[in-house]
Every structure is written in structure tokens, then in C-alpha cells.
């Protein structure tokens, strides 16, 4: 597989999760920065169109505006049986250029990411695909299945409705968002002090606007200007823009009103989303409540973004900031960039990467006692993670047994070693120097 602007942040994303599904991956941008390659584990295409020509898979991944362009230049280079595919956020001028370029033994595939590249993997994602009737027998099932098994959810469209969709989805929420942003700067707003005022739905609104504007502005510059359909969604916004503000000045209770009741029967869907928004909002509430109550307790905090988990005693809780004692260092987290580990997933990763150690405890257990019994009793202890019998025999007419225990490495070991002896001891058992 070759991407093409696979030095770009998105395309960098899909180099690492085509590589781990088994692709040979090369990648080429235009920056030449053949380090990006070798820290993905993946060959830089010094050869371009030595690279088009011999790959199975083409994917481009490179800005709005030289994306056909950059078809039209490769797609006739490409060998019979291979799939060229791009990963634009419009579709049909690509998939056009794509029809118009690739010889017809090459199949072709529209590819829209729903998402950006600072996700950590497709769990939840939508995908869109606009693959064209004929041209893409063969890929198409694969590419498909291979996403619906990483987790993404699927939705096939044809490009031109793809595009009348993302005018909205795209157009509109960004315009809105970004043009909320310019509002702020130009009224000079203080975002920062303003959230000690704002409940949680205006905060994720502002969280949501901030999102917008610090992504790559030359992207979504593109969206905005490159969507023939965007210019009358604008037109139609704006207008409602107007009409509203002048309702609002007019202070025409009645008027104000009817529009939004009118809006609300035309979205139609007002109930479902207050329960899903609800849902949002209490999660946000919970997790910090959850952690305010958890200080002085051990917790797991996992770096959505780097995707480091910090494990400790929980010092302290701001809305801003989380301080945590890990080790013998005070580690300060910023409450945005953390997700709180459930207890059944700190215990997963204490398993996975904390040193195990064994003890072995030898005891004469009662005559009418059952050893294995006795293992359940012990596995079922918090402080250990494994315990299993290891030798068993008679000795002076009594039986012997030598129970192991596995202890992770954040316990007293030797502690844990006198408690499990302490509840041998109490069902009976007898130990054994």
C-alpha cells in the first residue's frame, strides 16, 4: 500500500493502522521527511511513480483543492487489479477524477473518515464509503470489512449525496462554530474566566467551538470553500440569523416563540437528543465527582493522547487539574486530557504490566479437607492475582500441600505472604517450615 501525503497527520493515522492489519505500507508527501517513515516503521517512496505502479492499494490523502490534481497525475500509472482510493472530505469532484483518470481494470473507492487523527482507533467511528457501481468489486469488501472489524460504523452513500449531507454536517457546524469563535474574539469575550458562570452544556458547547478552531484552519478552510453546496446553506443561515435577531429586536414574544417551536417539530428529534445530550452531560459530572470522592484512594488515569496510563494515590482535584502521587513523584494531569480507568481496567493493566512475584506457601491441610477448595478460598483473595498447587503429597500419613501465590508488585509482598497464612491457618491447616 502507498498513501500519498502520508507525512500528514491523517495520513500518518492510516499508514500505522494499515500496517498493523498487514499491509506493506510506503508513504510519500511532498515535505520529503523520510523520518516520519522510519519512526511509523514504515518505507518512504523516494519514487513516486515507481511506487504507483507496483502497489496494490493507492490512497490519497492530501488537501481539498490538489486532490484531483493529484489523481489525475497517478491514476494512470496504476497496474490492473489495484485500488486507487481517496480520503477527501468532498466526493464527488474526486470520484469523478478518479473515474476520468484510472484505467477501467483499476477500481476506485471514495473514502470519507468521520473523524480526525488525534482518535486513538475506529471503536464507534462512522466511515463513509462511496464506491461506484462496477468499479470496485473486488476491494470494496475487504476495505469494508476490515474497518466494520476495527470497530467503525459504515455508511455507503453515492457522492453527490455524500456531499449535499456534509454541507450540513461539515459546512453548517463548523461555520456556526468557527463564526461563534470570531464572535468571542471580536466582542474580546474572556472564555477562560466565563466557565466559572456556565452550566455543563454551555461548557461542552465552548469545548465543542475550541475543538473547531484548533484544528488545521487551512482544512477546514477548504470544506467551507470548496463544497459548491456549502454557499447555500451559508445563504439560508445567515438569513435565519437575521429574521431572529430581528424578531428579538422587535421583542415579538409570539414570533420568537412560533420559530422555535416551528424548528423543533421540523428536527423532530428533540426528545432522543435531551436524553443523549442528558447522558453527555452527567458523564462529564460523574467522572469529576467520581474522582473528587476517590482522593486519597489509588486510580488509574489514562492520557487520551499520549496514550500513557499514570497509576497512584489520588492527591488532589480541581476542574482544571488532577494531581496524582505516582511512585515517589507528584504528576499534575490536566482534566481534559484524562479518562479515569474503571476498576476492572486498572486491574487489566496492573496484570499486563506490573512485575509478578511468587511466593510459595507448604502447609498440612485437615484430614477431610478438599486442597482444591481450599485454592478457591485463596483465589478469591484481592491481594493476589494467580495462586495455584504446585506439589502435594503424603507425609507421616497426613497430606502436604504447596500452595503458589502471584503477587503484583504493588502490594507488600511480604504482608500478603502472613495474611494468606493467617486464613490457611484459620480453615485448619497446619504450616510447614
Not at 482544512?219 to 445567515?238: C, G, R, S, T, W
Not at 502447609?363 to 483465589?379: M, T, Y
Request: proline share 4%.
Amino acid at each position: 500500500m502507498l498513501i500519498i501525503g502520508g507525512t500528514g497527520e491523517m495520513g500518518q493515522w492510516f499508514a500505522t493502522f494499515f500496517r498493523k492489519r498487514g499491509f506493506e505500507v510506503s508513504i510519500w508527501g511532498k515535505s520529503r521527511k523520510t523520518d516520519i517513515a522510519e519512526r511509523l516503521g514504515v518505507r518512504f517512496a523516494h519514487d513516486l511513480y515507481a511506487e504507483v505502479a507496483k502497489n496494490d492499494v493507492v490512497i490519497i490523502s492530501v488537501p481539498i483543492d490538489v486532490t484531483e490534481h493529484v489523481i489525475a497525475e497517478v491514476a494512470p500509472l496504476m497496474r490492473t487489479g489495484s485500488l486507487l482510493m481517496d480520503l477527501t472530505s468532498l466526493k464527488t469532484g474526486p470520484t469523478n477524477a478518479m473515474q476520468k483518470y484510472a484505467p477501467a481494470d483499476v477500481e476506485i473507492l471514495g473514502a470519507h473518515p468521520m473523524f480526525g487523527p488525534t482518535i486513538p482507533n475506529l471503536h464507534g467511528q462512522r466511515f463513509i464509503l462511496t464506491p461506484i457501481a462496477d468499479r470496485c468489486r473486488k476491494w470494496f469488501p475487504v476495505i469494508k470489512e476490515m474497518l466494520e472489524e476495527s470497530g467503525a460504523h459504515i455508511v455507503v452513500v453515492g457522492p453527490e449525496e455524500h456531499d449535499r449531507f456534509v454541507s450540513v454536517v461539515q459546512g453548517l457546524t463548523h461555520f456556526a462554530y468557527i463564526t461563534i469563535g470570531t464572535t468571542l474574539n471580536r466582542i474580546d469575550f474572556n472564555v477562560k474566566e466565563s466557565r466559572k458562570f456556565m452550566s455543563p452544556v454551555y461548557d461542552i458547547m465552548l469545548d465543542f467551538v475550541g475543538r473547531i478552531l484548533g484544528q488545521n484552519p487551512y482544512l477546514y478552510a477548504m470544506i467551507q470553500m470548496e463544497n459548491p453546496e456549502v454557499i447555500k446553506v451559508h445563504d439560508a443561515f445567515l438569513q435565519e440569523c437575521h429574521n431572529t435577531s430581528e424578531i428579538v429586536r422587535r421583542h415579538d414574544l409570539e414570533g420568537f416563540i412560533t420559530k422555535m417551536k416551528d424548528a423543533a417539530i421540523h428536527f423532530g428529534d428533540t426528545s432522543p437528543a435531551l436524553r443523549r445530550s442528558d447522558k453527555l452531560i452527567n458523564y462529564k459530572i460523574a467522572e469529576y465527582e467520581h474522582l473528587l470522592t476517590s482522593v486519597g484512594e489509588e486510580c488509574g488515569l489514562l492520557h487520551v493522547y499520549s496514550g500513557k496510563i499514570h497509576v497512584g494515590k489520588l492527591w488532589k482535584v480541581t476542574p482544571e487539574q488532577i494531581i496524582l502521587a505516582e511512585g515517589t513523584k507528584m504528576v499534575s494531569l490536566k482534566m481534559e486530557n484524562i479518562q479515569l480507568l474503571s476498576a476492572q481496567e486498572l486491574k487489566e493493566w496492573k496484570m499486563k504490566d506490573l512485575t509478578r512475584h511468587k511466593r510459595d506457601i507448604s502447609v498440612i491441610v485437615p484430614d477431610n479437607a478438599d486442597p482444591g477448595i481450599i485454592l478457591e478460598i485463596l483465589s478469591g483473595n484481592e491481594n493476589i492475582v494467580g495462586s495455584e498447587i504446585i506439589d502435594t503429597y503424603i507425609i507421616d500419613g497426613r497430606k502436604s500441600v504447596t500452595y503458589r501465590i502471584t503477587i503484583l508488585a504493588d502490594r507488600e509482598l511480604n504482608k500478603v505472604q502472613t495474611d494468606i497464612e493467617r486464613i490457611l491457618c484459620g480453615i485448619g491447616c497446619q504450616l510447614r517450615a
